[in-house]
Protein backbone atom coordinates (compact mmCIF):
# COMPACT_ATOMS: atom_id res chain seq x y z
CA UNK A 1 0.00 0.00 0.00
CA UNK A 2 2.51 2.40 0.98
CA UNK A 3 4.08 1.78 -2.68
CA UNK A 4 2.23 3.03 -4.61
CA UNK A 5 2.28 6.40 -5.61
CA UNK A 6 -0.71 8.50 -4.37
CA UNK A 7 0.51 12.37 -4.59
CA UNK A 8 -1.90 14.89 -4.01
CA UNK A 9 -3.70 12.83 -1.18
CA UNK A 10 -3.45 11.91 2.52
CA UNK A 11 -2.62 8.98 3.79
CA UNK A 12 -5.94 8.82 5.74
CA UNK A 13 -7.36 9.16 2.34
CA UNK A 14 -5.39 6.55 0.38
CA UNK A 15 -5.80 3.95 3.27
CA UNK A 16 -9.39 4.08 3.44
CA UNK A 17 -9.74 3.92 -0.37
CA UNK A 18 -7.49 0.62 -0.27
CA UNK A 19 -9.57 -0.92 2.58
CA UNK A 20 -12.62 0.07 0.82
CA UNK A 21 -11.35 -1.83 -2.26
CA UNK A 22 -9.94 -4.75 -0.60
CA UNK A 23 -13.96 -5.20 0.88
CA UNK A 24 -15.11 -5.02 -2.61
CA UNK A 25 -12.65 -7.57 -3.65
CA UNK A 26 -13.88 -9.77 -1.08
CA UNK A 27 -10.38 -10.14 0.97
CA UNK A 28 -10.69 -11.38 3.95
CA UNK A 29 -10.74 -9.51 6.94
CA UNK A 30 -7.32 -10.85 8.51
CA UNK A 31 -5.45 -10.40 5.09
CA UNK A 32 -6.35 -6.92 5.65
CA UNK A 33 -5.45 -6.16 9.13
CA UNK A 34 -2.54 -8.02 8.21
CA UNK A 35 -1.48 -5.91 5.38
CA UNK A 36 -2.27 -2.90 7.26
CA UNK A 37 0.10 -3.92 10.25
CA UNK A 38 2.81 -4.91 7.62
CA UNK A 39 2.22 -1.63 6.35
CA UNK A 40 3.69 0.04 8.97
CA UNK A 41 1.16 1.75 10.78
CA UNK A 42 0.76 3.13 13.70
CA UNK A 43 -2.22 5.91 13.89
CA UNK A 44 -4.72 3.46 14.79
CA UNK A 45 -3.00 3.08 18.02
CA UNK A 46 -2.54 7.27 18.53
CA UNK A 47 -6.10 7.58 20.91
CA UNK A 48 -6.06 11.30 19.88
CA UNK A 49 -7.08 10.35 16.50
CA UNK A 50 -9.27 8.25 17.58
CA UNK A 51 -13.54 10.15 16.98
CA UNK A 52 -14.99 9.97 20.62
CA UNK A 53 -18.05 8.58 19.37
CA UNK A 54 -16.26 5.67 17.80
CA UNK A 55 -14.21 5.13 21.16
CA UNK A 56 -18.22 5.20 22.87
CA UNK A 57 -19.39 2.94 20.14
CA UNK A 58 -16.40 0.44 21.06
CA UNK A 59 -16.97 0.52 24.54
CA UNK A 60 -20.35 -0.19 24.48
CA UNK A 61 -20.70 -3.42 22.04
CA UNK A 62 -16.58 -4.73 22.54
CA UNK A 63 -18.24 -7.60 25.30
CA UNK A 64 -21.03 -8.71 23.54
CA UNK A 65 -19.31 -8.56 19.85
CA UNK A 66 -16.28 -11.01 21.86
CA UNK A 67 -18.99 -13.30 23.58
CA UNK A 68 -20.66 -13.96 19.77
CA UNK A 69 -17.21 -14.35 18.78
CA UNK A 70 -16.11 -16.70 21.07
CA UNK A 71 -19.46 -19.12 20.65
CA UNK A 72 -17.95 -20.00 17.09
CA UNK A 73 -14.17 -19.69 17.62
CA UNK A 74 -13.84 -20.42 21.28
CA UNK A 75 -10.77 -19.53 21.93
CA UNK A 76 -10.52 -16.53 23.79
CA UNK A 77 -7.66 -15.66 22.37
CA UNK A 78 -8.32 -16.07 19.07
CA UNK A 79 -12.29 -14.24 19.73
CA UNK A 80 -10.61 -11.42 21.10
CA UNK A 81 -7.84 -11.15 18.16
CA UNK A 82 -11.04 -11.22 15.65
CA UNK A 83 -12.96 -8.16 17.67
CA UNK A 84 -10.21 -6.79 17.68
CA UNK A 85 -9.40 -6.72 13.92
CA UNK A 86 -13.66 -5.79 13.96
CA UNK A 87 -12.58 -2.53 15.56
CA UNK A 88 -9.80 -1.36 13.48
CA UNK A 89 -11.55 -1.88 10.03
CA UNK A 90 -14.25 0.12 11.83
CA UNK A 91 -12.38 2.56 12.51
CA UNK A 92 -11.08 3.13 9.35
CA UNK A 93 -14.24 2.58 7.67
CA UNK A 94 -16.04 4.79 10.63
CA UNK A 95 -17.19 7.80 8.03
CA UNK A 96 -18.54 4.89 5.52
CA UNK A 97 -20.43 3.37 8.92
CA UNK A 98 -21.86 6.47 9.73
CA UNK A 99 -23.11 7.25 6.96
CA UNK A 100 -24.77 3.82 6.46
CA UNK A 101 -28.30 3.30 7.00
CA UNK A 102 -28.04 2.17 10.55
CA UNK A 103 -24.39 2.21 12.63
CA UNK A 104 -25.49 -0.92 14.43
CA UNK A 105 -25.90 -3.02 11.53
CA UNK A 106 -22.69 -2.30 9.40
CA UNK A 107 -20.69 -3.28 12.72
CA UNK A 108 -22.70 -6.20 12.83
CA UNK A 109 -22.15 -6.97 9.75
CA UNK A 110 -18.93 -6.58 9.44
CA UNK A 111 -18.30 -8.66 12.54
CA UNK A 112 -20.24 -11.21 11.26
CA UNK A 113 -17.99 -12.13 8.41
CA UNK A 114 -14.58 -11.71 10.39
CA UNK A 115 -16.10 -14.40 12.91
CA UNK A 116 -16.89 -16.70 10.39
CA UNK A 117 -14.67 -16.78 7.78
CA UNK A 118 -12.32 -17.71 10.95
CA UNK A 119 -14.92 -20.19 12.68
CA UNK A 120 -13.71 -23.40 12.02
CA UNK A 121 -16.23 -25.54 9.09
CA UNK A 122 -18.33 -28.66 8.68
CA UNK A 123 -19.36 -29.15 4.99
CA UNK A 124 -18.83 -25.57 4.24
CA UNK A 125 -21.14 -24.13 7.94
CA UNK A 126 -19.86 -23.03 11.42
CA UNK A 127 -19.43 -25.97 13.66
CA UNK A 128 -20.55 -25.44 16.91
CA UNK A 129 -19.86 -28.86 17.67
CA UNK A 130 -17.42 -27.60 20.75
CA UNK A 131 -20.18 -25.25 22.63
CA UNK A 132 -22.23 -28.68 22.96
CA UNK A 133 -19.75 -29.53 25.85
CA UNK A 134 -20.08 -26.21 27.48
CA UNK A 135 -23.99 -26.04 27.89
CA UNK A 136 -26.33 -25.57 31.23
CA UNK A 137 -27.95 -28.79 30.33
CA UNK A 138 -25.06 -31.11 30.12
CA UNK A 139 -23.49 -29.70 33.10
CA UNK A 140 -26.48 -30.47 34.83
CA UNK A 141 -27.69 -33.56 33.57
CA UNK A 142 -27.88 -36.89 35.28
CA UNK A 143 -26.93 -38.96 32.26
CA UNK A 144 -24.51 -36.58 30.54
CA UNK A 145 -23.43 -38.91 27.25
CA UNK A 146 -27.13 -39.05 26.25
CA UNK A 147 -27.14 -35.04 26.66
CA UNK A 148 -24.02 -34.36 24.80
CA UNK A 149 -25.67 -36.59 21.56
CA UNK A 150 -28.65 -34.18 21.71
CA UNK A 151 -26.60 -31.67 22.05
CA UNK A 152 -24.57 -31.89 19.41
CA UNK A 153 -27.61 -32.84 17.06
CA UNK A 154 -29.33 -29.52 18.24
CA UNK A 155 -25.87 -27.36 17.57
CA UNK A 156 -25.31 -28.74 14.64
CA UNK A 157 -28.95 -27.92 13.43
CA UNK A 158 -28.21 -24.39 14.41
CA UNK A 159 -25.23 -24.36 12.76
CA UNK A 160 -27.73 -24.98 9.46
CA UNK A 161 -30.25 -21.78 9.93
CA UNK A 162 -30.03 -18.90 7.95
CA UNK A 163 -27.69 -16.24 8.63
CA UNK A 164 -30.29 -13.75 11.17
CA UNK A 165 -31.93 -17.18 12.40
CA UNK A 166 -28.52 -17.90 13.25
CA UNK A 167 -27.25 -14.79 14.76
CA UNK A 168 -30.22 -14.50 17.05
CA UNK A 169 -30.58 -17.74 18.34
CA UNK A 170 -26.58 -17.49 19.40
CA UNK A 171 -27.33 -14.50 21.06
CA UNK A 172 -30.54 -15.78 22.54
CA UNK A 173 -29.42 -19.12 23.57
CA UNK A 174 -25.77 -19.81 23.60
CA UNK A 175 -24.89 -16.17 24.90
CA UNK A 176 -28.33 -15.15 26.86
CA UNK A 177 -28.67 -11.73 25.86
CA UNK A 178 -32.25 -10.29 25.84
CA UNK A 179 -34.18 -9.67 22.90
CA UNK A 180 -33.97 -5.37 23.25
CA UNK A 181 -29.69 -6.63 23.65
CA UNK A 182 -30.20 -8.33 20.76
CA UNK A 183 -31.91 -5.68 18.72
CA UNK A 184 -29.48 -3.01 19.89
CA UNK A 185 -25.93 -5.57 18.75
CA UNK A 186 -27.25 -6.22 15.29
CA UNK A 187 -29.05 -3.00 14.78
CA UNK A 188 -32.53 -4.02 14.10
CA UNK A 189 -35.98 -3.71 14.99
CA UNK A 190 -37.30 -5.73 18.49
CA UNK A 191 -39.89 -6.73 16.14
CA UNK A 192 -37.71 -8.01 13.74
CA UNK A 193 -35.57 -9.79 16.54
CA UNK A 194 -38.75 -11.94 18.10
CA UNK A 195 -40.01 -12.60 14.60
CA UNK A 196 -37.05 -14.11 14.02
CA UNK A 197 -36.65 -15.81 17.17
CA UNK A 198 -40.15 -17.29 16.17
CA UNK A 199 -38.66 -18.44 12.84
CA UNK A 200 -35.66 -20.17 14.17
CA UNK A 201 -38.00 -22.06 15.95
CA UNK A 202 -39.90 -23.05 13.36
CA UNK A 203 -36.74 -24.18 11.02
CA UNK A 204 -35.18 -26.01 14.40
CA UNK A 205 -38.14 -28.24 14.59
CA UNK A 206 -38.05 -28.45 10.71
CA UNK A 207 -34.33 -29.37 10.77
CA UNK A 208 -34.61 -31.61 13.56
CA UNK A 209 -38.17 -33.92 13.16
CA UNK A 210 -38.02 -33.69 9.29
CA UNK A 211 -40.69 -36.09 8.95
CA UNK A 212 -43.35 -33.93 10.50
CA UNK A 213 -42.57 -30.97 8.42
CA UNK A 214 -42.79 -32.49 5.35
CA UNK A 215 -43.73 -29.11 3.74
CA UNK A 216 -39.93 -27.80 3.77
CA UNK A 217 -37.81 -26.10 6.27
CA UNK A 218 -39.90 -22.36 6.85
CA UNK A 219 -37.64 -19.12 5.63
Not at 58 to 66: A, F, L, N, S, V
Request: net charge neutral.
Amino acid sequence: MTGLDWSGMSYEVVRLQWVQAAREANKRTAWITACLAQSGDSTLADSAAVPLDYYAFREMHQDHYTAYALAFLRSPVTAEKAVRDVFTLLLLLWPDALGSERLERYAWELLRETVLERAPKDNGRPTLIEAAFDTLALKTSPHPMHQITESMTLFRAISHLPPRQLDVTVLKHLRGLTDTQIADEMGISLAAVRSTARHARRSLNALLYPQHHQGGTPR
